[in-house]
């Protein structure tokens, strides 16, 4: 595999999120695709499961695997646009099978803590406020 030095040009918030929906826009199909690939089946296979408290378990470590494979993938064939003419479904799978662990790791951090400022927020909202 040849190494190529690519050299990104500094941008502003606006020209980043510009520079973001052409990419998307211009490999929509790609994307999608390699969303699709993973998430239907593991869709289904979470609505397969017991809806009871045994199989949410299950449900969410399958949720986890999914996501991180997905947004992974993504996230390669994203930079991939910069480095070579054509991202393919292919290489961004092959590079995030390899990190699949501490991505999952990753992915399970992140949702617990989404979900821990969320409770947080919820509960803790009112408090402090004067009584009318």
């Known amino acids: 595999m040849v190494q190529k030095s690519v050299a990104l040009p500094q941008r502003n918030v606006r020209d980043l999120l510009s520079q973001t929906f052409a990419i998307y826009g211009r490999h929509l199909v790609l994307l999608v695709a390699t969303a699709a690939?993973?998430?239907v089946p593991a869709t289904w296979l979470?609505?397969?499961m017991p809806t009871d408290i045994k199989g949410l378990v299950p449900?969410?470590?399958v949720s986890l695997l999914a996501n991180a494979l997905v947004y992974g993938a993504i996230a390669h064939q994203v930079g991939?646009?910069?480095v070579a003419e054509?991202?393919?479904i292919r290489a961004g799978y092959a590079a995030v099978?390899?990190?699949i662990v501490s991505?999952?790791?990753?992915t399970a951090l992140l949702a617990g803590l989404t979900i821990a400022a969320t409770l947080a927020t919820t509960f803790t909202a009112g408090v402090?406020?004067?009584?009318?």
């Open 59 to 61: 449900s969410i470590a």
């Open 37 to 39: 690939l993973v998430q």
């Open 46 to 48: 979470i609505l397969a």
């Open 103 to 106: 991505l999952t790791i990753l």
């Open 80 to 82: 991939q646009h910069y």
């Open 97 to 99: 099978w390899g990190r």
């Open 86 to 88: 054509r991202p393919s």
């Open 128 to 132: 402090g406020d004067p009584v009318t």
